[in-house]
């Protein structure tokens, strides 16, 4: 049968010696705690109480009866009971098969003898001879072959049970691998160990004088290793992971957990680079019923390829208020800090949250509800790490900014709102800006935007007239060009939002569908207000697209509101699984037209005299679980051409299985050449198995052993036949371990891309060695699925058995 071989699981014997050699190296190890990743992958999995399994009381233990089955049965009243033939003994969760059971109620034991079978609580025993004290569990199983409800498995020739909970099994072996998957029960790694003391309770595993088998190859005895019996967390020393990248050199990395509750826990790293130096780094996380949070620190006293300390400090809060104060309805509030020594961390350090962007916020605020108010007040600052090979324009700090909005809708059939922010701006001069041919000054902005509207909706129609208000007063730390300290602007504009809905019930390729029509008009009127001399600090151009062709403002921040006359039109059809509600298709055009200039601009700005916008086609396609697209087009009926296209298709016909494709184009509007950007962007999981042998998955993939699949994302501009962001990998699915190696390129707005080499080992329900690559196929293959352990567990009905 395809996939039972020995000879098709095997990796190559060079993984198997790799993967050996750092299990030893390792010494003990403590698995399953949520930290053996970077602290943006790291999934918060705390509980806020312990969970306590339902116990029977000690003062009850003995008043539990006892069944006894069989096909003879004989003994004396309250002294024995000897059973033969199919004899059976049940007391609560332990029950006792057996071809022979002798039960001696004063010392409440029991002896089976031939084809014994116990099921305590989920976990089984099997051999030829038993003697058990029932209710404590206390007594000792002869050439034993055990398996946990958690899934692992092995044999002993004895194993003695301590209590219900603890046993020591002598001269053990334990694997998570499945025997239905190796004939002739050769599994592809084997621990054994002199002694193997295991707590269900604890769910931890211990073993000492302990050897791992890998494939044929056996590491030397370690003196002790612990290894987890389920997912639950737990402390002690993690396995080790390392890679090699571009930048650092070789690295290893040493983590240890502590789990110190339910609710919270912390993991500290020691980081080898061959390059740097030695990192470390601690992590700490909580969760209480009202806050939860993380903290991460980074030092590394001396960076030898940069010659100076280096640290990082990354910070997140957030808790809500409970009593709330002041009669409100809802208080919140939020801390976030991240901060690091110099403006290389961001792409030195590839295992920090740094590595993401190269704006880092640290922010504290605190958010408020009452009735139909709201608001907030926060203070907001950036570090910006410069780089001169690419540098960044950084964003003003807010310090401080106060918010209040006013929402009260169907108001005598109105809607209105009111929102109210003050905002004090800062930004480092070197930074700052010009306008009108000074250095912008920092200063404080009030806001002011008052709506009323009036809809008229109903099921096929609806109308909907609004008249807006935008005021804002700036007081500067220096004169602008005019030589005034203090600037006002008062902007009204009007809007009407008309359209129409119709439906019919259809069919399209024999399903039936309901189809709408929806055409949709929307005029905008707002005066010219000369805007030139305001600051710009946190205001841009709205880019053209579906989502912001209908809005009053072709801006958004609140330093410019463009004078608007226009008119734009649209339609949209969709169509819907009556039953469902679902939207399989969406198909939807839209144009603007514009009877005056806009002539409202940022610095540097020109004013927009195209009477006739670009003309939009979107379209969205799911019509069926396997295959979903969508498709943009921004066509320019002057020159004739589409300035912007964009088409992307995704096949994801099983779990574990997606192709997804992209094409990107977007024209060089500064030049009339045709040289705008183009790029195409194909990312893939797939199991080659389904290549080579037939192996079709259909709509539910066979989890069969020694799978390899193929992974990876491609980023290719073809305008500069250069590869972006890249990464390629493969995963070995060989029923209790999971092989895993990828080589990764990044693109972080440096010169030269940087390259990363991940390699891991899975051994399911023992260790993982090495640096794992699923977050890198998580945020760069949509709709990845990560490889889990084929290892099927007892359910926890199979103590009734």
Known sequence: MKGKTRSFCAPPLPLAMLALALLHAHGAAAQNAPADTAWIDAPLTLQRTPQIPETIPQAEHGERPSFIEGDRLSGRPNLETVVEGNASLRRGDTAIRADRLEYYQPDDTAKATGNVHVNQAGNTYDGPELQLKVETFEGFFNNVRYAFLAGGHGDAPRIDFVDSNVSVARNATYTTCRREDYPGWMPAWLLTAATLTTDTEENVGVATDARLSFMGITTPALPSMSFPLSSDRKSGLLAPTFGYGSTNGLEWRQPYYWNIAPNR????????????????????????????????????????????????????????FDPKPFGLDSLSGSLTINRVSDNDYWRDFSQTPSLTTRLLTNQAALDWSKGDWSGEARALAYQTLQYAASPVTPPYDRMPQLTANYNKYDWNGFDVSVGLDYTRFHIDSAYAPTLNGIAQPNGERM???????????????????????????????????????????????????????????????????????EPRMYYVHTPYRDQSQLPVYDTAANDFSFATIYTENAFSGNDRVSDTNTLTTGVTSRLIDPDTGVEAARLGFAQRFRFSDQNVTLPSGTAVTDRVSDFLIGGQVNWSATWSSDALVQYNIDTHTSTRNALSLRYAPAPQHVLNFAYRYSADTTTTSDDGTRSIDLSWQWPLSDLWDGNSQGPTPKKTPGRWSAVGRINYSMRDHDLGVGVVGFEYNACCWI??????????????????????????????????????????????????????????FTNYD
Do not use: C
């Not at 680079?273 to 992590?283: K, N, P, V």
């Not at 096929?460 to 220096?478: E, G, M, N, R």
């Not at 023992?766 to 760069?780: E, H, I, R």
């Open 739 to 796: 092989g895993r190696i990828a080589l990764e390129r990044q693109v972080s707005g440096v010169t030269t891309p940087t390259t990363r080499l991940m390699f891991q080992i899975e051994f399911n329900g023992l260790a993982s060695v090495g640096s794992s690559p699923t977050s890198s196929f998580a945020q760069n293959i949509q709709g990845y699925q990560s490889v889990h352990s084929t290892t099927s567990t007892s359910s926890r």
């Open 447 to 517: 806001v002011g935007n008052f709506q009323i509207s009036r809809p008229w909706v109903t099921p096929s129609a609806y109308v909907i007239p609004k008249l807006l208000l935008h005021t804002a007063a700036y007081q500067l730390d220096s004169p602008l060009a005019s030589g005034a300290t203090s600037i006002t602007s008062t902007v009204p504009t009007f809007s009407l939002d008309s359209g129409l809905v119709f439906e019919r019930d259809t069919s399209f390729f024999g399903r039936a569908v309901r189809q709408t029509l």
């Open 265 to 320: 826990d912390a993991t500290f790293y020691a980081n080898l680079m061959s390059s740097r130096g030695i990192d470390t780094s601690s992590e700490f996380r909580y969760l209480e019923d009202t806050y939860h949070g993380q903290v991460r620190v980074d030092y590394m006293p001396s960076d030898t390829l940069r010659d100076r300390e280096r640290w990082g400090f990354w910070s997140q809060h957030n808790q809500t």
